[in-house]
């Protein structure tokens, strides 16, 4: 089993690993695990349409946001962005202008810029995703769609056709590179601008 506290330093981890799911089972429950977080949540919040922004973040005109979603505290989404939910914001977290976010959880002080792309992924913390840096979930590609994830030198069958990457904390991700779906970065991770990972071919 992958243990998320190897790649993320953060307490909801332990949570979200009660029931010994695997980082895209969690992704794949994704919807149940924000829908049971906003039951939780204080008058910090304001909850409509099962989205649950803090009063401290700050939303630009034109973003679309389509619930279930939680927006932490002093987080920024950037003019003309797209949430689709089920998607968790932790705190601080900066999503940039024109970009899009599916189905994901980002934690504290993630930074995503402009016109950047993220599906089905775990972000850890003080993440940097440059401009037109990309998280890809699906193998348009291929033929066999099945996702495959290489951690410590062993395959895993993930059983999903969706699932992008874990980044671990203090990731660097350059401009308009792309992490090919099933990605999985240690803590402290540097993708340069324009490479392609591709850890199983």
């Known amino acids: 089993m ?37 039951k939780t949540i204080g008058s910090d919040y304001k909850v409509k349409d099962r989205i649950a922004i803090h009063k401290t973040a700050t939303i630009e005109p034109g973003v679309t ?14 003019a003309h962005a797209y949430l689709r939910g089920p998607i968790f914001l932790g705190n601080s977290v900066k999503i940039g202008p024109g970009s899009e976010i599916k189905q994901s959880i980002i934690l504290d002080r993630t930074a995503i810029a ?15 995703f440059e401009a037109g840096s990309i998280c890809a979930n699906h193998y348009n590609e291929r033929q066999d769609k099945q996702i495959y994830v290489k951690h410590e030198h062993v395959i895993i069958d993930t059983k999903t056709e969706k699932f992008g990457a874990l980044v671990g904390d203090h990731s660097k991700i350059g401009a308009n590179a792309v992490l090919s779906p099933g990605t999985i970065l240690e803590k402290n991770s540097i993708v340069k601008r324009l490479e392609l990972i591709e850890q199983i071919k």
């Open 114 to 128: 402009h016109f950047n792309y993220i599906g089905n992924s775990i972000l850890g913390q003080n993440i940097n």
């Open 65 to 78: 946001l389509k619930g279930p979603l939680v927006i932490g505290k002093n987080s920024f989404i950037g």
């Open 2 to 38: 992958i243990d998320l506290n190897q790649y993320i330093e953060n307490p909801k981890v332990a949570i979200w690993q009660a029931n010994h799911w695997q980082p895209w089972e969690i992704i794949d429950n994704l919807e149940n695990i924000v829908l049971q977080y906003l």
